[in-house]
């Protein structure tokens, strides 16, 4: 039964510490995508990857937030310093040569 | 840029009771998707929907994709207490069908009271 998965699940942190959010894709599929869920927001794509190769970073803001996709196995979410406005659920979605997507459970951060 | 809208935000029922959400595009879409998220959860694709006015059926849910390929709608018939959850519909970012990304709409809420 292929999953996303994501680590760590739940993340609590001070103000100004750095967080990497982690996320393994379904073996085969090609596009990376990172949600954030916010009950004021709801679901928002702050990038997506494509065999690795970042295509769209718009929604993450470019001061503090990053994404890598170091290899095929692994993408990376990173916030440098996190802000309390970051607290919410970041979600990995993959998908591959059809366009539903699968998402990982998510890791709920909290900033303090 | 594309909007999606859906409505309502919240639902209450009672168990049996049938359910509808109800989904709005700004522009039209190419197709539209389906998602279930139970509380605490991650969104769950359930359905995709491509054809001008098709409707699809899964057990107790119907699926239906207007004419004009703008809007879409979920009706749930005789709702369990396992239908709980916020379900989302969500349309392609660009003409690319959905492999650029999907926007999603804010989610219906479904409470069911037993």
């Known amino acids: 039964d292929a999953r996303v998965t994501q680590t760590p699940r739940h993340k609590v942190t001070e103000m100004g510490q750095e967080v990497t959010m982690r996320c393994q894709p379904i073996l085969g599929h090609n596009t990376v995508f990172w949600y954030r869920q916010t009950m004021m927001q709801g679901l928002e794509l702050l990038a997506y990857?494509?065999?690795?190769?970042?295509?769209?970073d718009s929604g993450m803001p470019k001061d503090r937030f990053s994404a890598e996709m170091p290899d095929a196995t692994l993408a990376t979410l990173k916030i440098q310093p996190s802000e309390p406005r970051d607290s919410a659920v970041y979600f990995c979605?993959?998908?591959?040569?059809?366009?539903?997507?699968?998402f990982g459970p998510g890791t709920r951060l909290t900033v303090t | 840029g594309q909007q999606v809208m859906q409505i309502p935000q919240y639902q209450h029922v009672q168990e049996g009771e049938d359910f509808t959400t109800y989904c709005n595009s700004s522009t039209t879409l190419s197709n539209i998707q389906w998602y279930k998220q139970r509380p605490g959860g991650h969104p769950v694709f359930l359905i995709q929907?491509?054809?001008?006015?098709e409707v699809k059926k899964q057990k107790r849910l119907t699926f239906q994709f207007g004419e004009a390929k703008k809007n879409s709608s979920l009706h749930i018939t005789a709702t369990q207490t396992t239908d709980v959850g916020t379900y989302f519909c969500a349309g392609p970012r660009y003409s690319g069908g959905g492999a650029d990304g999907l926007t999603f709409g804010k989610g219906t809420h479904l409470i069911i009271q037993p």
């Open positions: 929907l491509v054809k001008s006015g």
């Open positions: 990857f494509r065999n690795r190769a970042p295509l769209d």
């Open positions: 979605a993959t998908s591959g040569k059809t366009y539903e997507q699968y």
